[in-house]
């Protein structure tokens, strides 16, 4: 018999949500310049939290004046100086972690457990690791070494960096974007997703709070046309960007020719391989956060799950023996393992997906649950049955479904990873080191876990390959994105 919880939300009275937000410019918080807002919503129950300035080009025009006038002074700070701000932001982060989670989970739809223990502990660890390098880079080693084997060239900021977050975890795309910016030197104009535009301008009053300085850090909750100004702008001389591959293209083509610096770090169909001796409990646990932490809104999910033939029975039956155990419903009850989906857009997507991996043939499953009457919600959804032509072994689903595959040998399960456009995660389950090694060393994928999956570290570059983007965040690489060397 599955256990009796009683319910244990979190108080939503320790965050207090203004009924209007403005755009953050050059310190201030200001409407935008043809008036135009729209509203931001709770995925889980639909209720209005809040009413938001929608930028413009004209806002975004001002908020790049604002940071090309702030770089002047914030690049000339020596770097100890820099890292004041950085840490006192990261300590804020953390005396105000219970509020910023509330919210995000308010404003995102994903559960209370996971902003309070994965993101705001994150968000406020990628502060302080980066305030830890502002006065280091010098020393770094980026650029030519001297024939006295020294560092290379002196590594300088390269001036207003233009970024562009998703919504699937926006306080922490936040994070791995700003705090290499500022560290190195840089000034930022970002924009946060629409969907979820909350936590940044929470963010942009702990920058007040912090004292940092007028215009260094500028928000503009918007639309896709913001973003697309944002990239467009002449005077951006860096663009980051989280998202789809799709924006991720257009942003490519955009950028072409002007010198500007990027990073893009897009979609995935992460690949998790488990061989027939790995710990099968283990590797459940392994296989649910995979892909059902954040309702699988995750770009590096595992949502291919490549099982050895012989343990095929065996896992799955304990896979779908753990998934009936899954608590779908109320983001800000503590006991809940899956939210809600982050928009009516998304889970349209979701939806089509599913269903298209059963017209062509796949068979699919989910466990007994009911899901809420109001809000955006999708049952935890198994595939087996599935092969490498499918749709859903292909197309990034973005949602908590999984397609299981299987395979006789390392070459096949190597082959079968590979076999995707993108390439940005992976994970490996056996007991032998030896395979370990020999397998993550084939897989064309950026990050791969073993024994584990969806492990963050600061300290840990993030990035991938082929349609997954390029360039790297996060660690000593997160810095070199930001600076001219």
Sequence with gaps: MAFEYAPAPESRSVVDIAPSYGLFIDGEFTDAA?????????????????????????????????ARKAFV????LPGAERAKYLFRIARIIQERSRELAVLETLDNGKPIRETRDADLPLVAAHFFYYAGWADKLDHAGFGRRTTEGGGGAHPRPLG?????????????????????????????????????PLSALFFADICRQAGL?????????????????????EDVNKVAFTGSTAVGKAIAREIAGTGKRVTLELGGKGANIVFDDAPIDQAVEGIVTGIFFNQGQVCC???????????????LDSLKRRLATLRVGD????????????????????????????????????????LPSSGYWFAPTL???????????????????????????????????????????????????????????????????ANTFNKFDPTSPFGGYKESGYGREGGRHGLEAYLDV
Aim: aromatic share 6%.
């Design 73 to 76: 002074k914030w690049s000339a």
């Design 331 to 370: 983001p800000l009850d503590k006991n809940t393992d899956l939210g809600a989906i982050n928009s009516a857009e998304q889970l349209a997507r979701i939806t089509a997906l599913a269903d298209a991996g059963e017209a062509e043939g796949a068979e699919r499953w989910s466990p007994a649950c009911e």
């Design 383 to 449: 595939f087996t049955n599935v092969t490498q032509a499918h749709t859903i072994a292909r197309d990034e689903i973005f949602g908590p479904v999984l397609s299981v595959l299987t395979f006789r040998t390392p070459e096949e399960a190597v082959a079968k990873a590979n076999n995707t456009q993108y390439g940005l995660s992976a994970g490996i389950w056996t007991e032998k080191g030896s395979r370990i090694l020999a397998v993550a060393g084939k897989l064309r994928a950026g990050v791969v876990w």
């Design 160 to 196: 207003v960096a233009g970024q562009v977050i998703p919504w699937n975890f926006p306080l922490l795309m936040l994070a791995w974007k700003i705090a290499p910016a500022l560290a190195t030197g840089n000034t930022v104009v970002l924009k946060p997703a629409e969907t979820t």
């Design 34 to 66: 043809d008036g135009k807002v729209f509203k931001t919503v709770s995925p889980a129950t639909e209720e209005v939290l809040s009413e938001v300035a929608r930028a413009g080009a004209e806002d975004v025009d001002r908020a790049v004046k604002a």
């Design 301 to 315: 999910a595992g949502s291919r799950l490549l099982v050895q033939e012989s343990v095929q029975d065996e896992l």
């Design 213 to 233: 300085p007028r215009g260094v850090v500028n928000i503009l909750p918007g639309y896709g046309d913001a973003g697309a100004a944002l990239v467009a702008h």
